[in-house]
């Protein structure tokens, strides 16, 4: 079986089970998924029901699709992903994301957790991705290409939407939230960085690093799909904050800005009908 068929198959299981048919998807990164709860009409879909779904590894936790309206637009929330420090390959990441394509999502949204290499930039302030620098040795075009979904060659040239970083701007200003825009870039991780690569990381022009993100944004752009990322500063970069940087720190600042964070995401899926 190809992996069109296996998406296919998918996506016909998917719509068996579903009423609701959205054209835009959020992605949250960790401890985020709690955010936009208050959803009305509520479908979920766990990844276990899923065929070819990427299941949960030893380590990993298994998530779930959430379908509802909120503010009377219908959205795909994906409640927890996948992660390539998990193990899983780069098809088993694009498969939600080109999966969501099938079903007639549009545009995406996603948010991660990131450290802050800009010294501008303090704990818990949110960044807006402009663009990225991809240092994860592998990504999900690699191998045939499915010609079906996009091109041999897609370029990455406005892979962060700019009409919605502006649309996303005006957003953030309406509601006293100051948002930056930064380079984010992409590591393999699961350890978090030394401070000698975060200080060349700087030099290369990275203002957030984190460990997610970047492999969907890149299935996203090659099927064709809008993006917008946003990272939630949650931590400085090895060697320019405290000499903790634990995991912990990164779940307390997201549980501190979770709020403000469901604020800015409840507004753009509100204000995101085309
Ligand atoms: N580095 C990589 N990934 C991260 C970090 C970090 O400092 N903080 C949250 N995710």
């Known amino acids: ?3 069109l068929e296996r998406l296919q198959q998918a996506a016909q299981c998917v719509r068996e089970r579903l009423t609701l048919a959205p054209k835009l998807a959020l992605v949250l990164g960790s401890g985020m998924s709690e955010v936009l709860k208050d959803l009305e009409k509520v479908q979920r879909l766990a990844w276990e029901q899923i065929p070819h779904f990427p299941q949960a590894t030893v380590t990993g936790h298994a998530g779930e699709w959430v379908f509802g309206l909120l503010e009377q ?6 409640r927890g992903r996948v992660h390539h420090y998990e193990g899983y390959s780069m098809a088993q990441i694009a498969f939600p994301i080109r999966l969501m394509k099938l079903l007639g999502v549009e545009r995406v949204i996603l948010t991660n957790a990131a450290g802050g290499i800009n010294k501008a930039y303090r704990v818990g302030d949110f960044v807006l991705i402009r663009d990225h620098i991809n240092t994860i040795p592998d990504n999900p075009l690699r191998g045939e290409n499915i010609s079906e979904l996009g091109p041999r060659f897609p370029n990455l040239l406005d892979a962060y939407s700019a009409r919605w970083r502006a649309h996303a701007k005006e ?3 309406e509601l006293g939230l100051e948002l930056h825009e930064g380079v984010y870039i992409a590591t393999p991780g699961p350890m978090y960085e ?9 030099r290369w022009g990275a203002d957030v690093v984190g ?6 944004v ?3 752009r090659h099927c064709g799909l809008e993006v917008l990322a946003i990272s939630l500063v949650t931590n400085l970069a090895a060697g320019l904050g405290s000499d903790k940087l634990t995991h912990e720190e990164v779940l307390e600042t997201t549980k501190r800005r979770e709020r403000e964070l469901a604020r800015l995401l409840e507004e753009l899926v509100k204000k995101s009908k085309k």
């Open 211 to 216: 460990m997610s993100t970047v492999p969907e």
């Open 194 to 202: 030394t401070p000698a690569e975060i200080e060349a990381y700087r």
């Open 1 to 3: 079986m190809t992996e």
């Open 73 to 78: 637009t219908p959205i795909l929330l994906s």
């Open 171 to 173: 957003i953030a200003q």
């Open 218 to 220: 890149i299935a996203a």
